[in-house]
């Protein structure tokens, strides 16, 4: 049990560090290459406009973006609760509310629960309501009692409970892993050891970028 909860700890450590030095990678590429790729993203769309206009492009037919429109139409799922929701939501309130807690890491839990209980309620989730409520019932918390079978009821379901997790966040690492941010990262590390700023050179080669799509527009004007 011990080694199951520093192996979590451990573990949940590097995915909060992996994904705070994504996080670091993403905001410094904003930061230095940002501006200029919306430079450069303004420039081609103005060049797309003008060869429309000289005929050098067919126009954008309205029909293909009839899909885009509807899809991002921003329908509301904030219809009247049904019954059922209303009592799902009840019951969930009723067994996790943080007043319950006996001590702060199980009142954090409940309160983390009890919010993300509201989301989906707020969202008119019932799938993600029942998702919550079973979690519970399964976890160590909801078991009653100081007798010796409760005690041991309340490990076995932490030791389950651990090991879900820790396979959580192995798929989380995998997934982290496998973003777009993360093949970057990996990029400007790779150059980096090798004394090279990707940084300074991609800059360059927007910059390069820019100055040839003003070129283009200027000649379509």
């Known amino acids: 049990m011990v080694s199951l909860e520093r192996e979590f700890a451990e573990k949940r450590a590097d995915v909060e560090a992996f994904q705070l030095a994504l996080q670091q990678l993403q905001t410094r590429y904003l930061s230095e290459l940002g501006r200029y790729y919306a430079e450069l993203t303004a420039i081609q769309a103005a060049i797309e406009e003008a060869e429309i206009r000289l005929g050098l492009r067919a126009p954008i037919d309205p029909a293909d973006l009839g899909a885009e429109e509807e899809g991002g139409g921003g329908c509301s799922n904030?219809?009247?609760?049904?019954?059922?929701?209303?009592?799902?939501?009840?019951?969930?309130?009723?067994?996790?509310?943080?007043?319950?807690?006996?001590n702060k890491a199980a009142r954090d839990r409940r309160h983390s629960l009890m919010a993300e209980a509201n989301r989906a309620y707020a969202d008119r989730d019932g799938d993600?309501?029942?998702?919550?409520?079973?979690?519970?019932?399964?976890?160590?918390?909801?078991?009653p009692g100081d007798d010796p079978a409760a005690a041991r009821i309340r490990l076995e379901r932490r030791v389950a409970?651990?090991?879900?997790?820790?396979?959580?966040?192995?798929?989380?690492?995998?997934d982290l892993a496998r973003s777009a941010i993360a093949k970057l990262k990996e990029r400007f590390d790779e150059a980096a050891s090798q004394g090279w700023d990707l940084f300074a050179e991609m800059r360059r080669q927007v910059k390069r970028e820019i100055i040839t799509a003003k070129f283009r527009l200027?000649?379509?004007q």
């Open 128 to 143: 993600r309501l029942l998702l919550i409520l079973r979690s519970w019932e399964k976890s160590p918390e909801a078991v």
């Open 161 to 174: 409970e651990l090991k879900e997790q820790l396979l959580e966040l192995d798929i989380e690492m995998a």
């Open 218 to 220: 200027t000649g379509l």
């Open 78 to 102: 904030r219809s009247e609760p049904s019954v059922d929701l209303k009592r799902m939501f009840r019951d969930i309130a009723k067994a996790i509310h943080p007043d319950k807690a006996d």
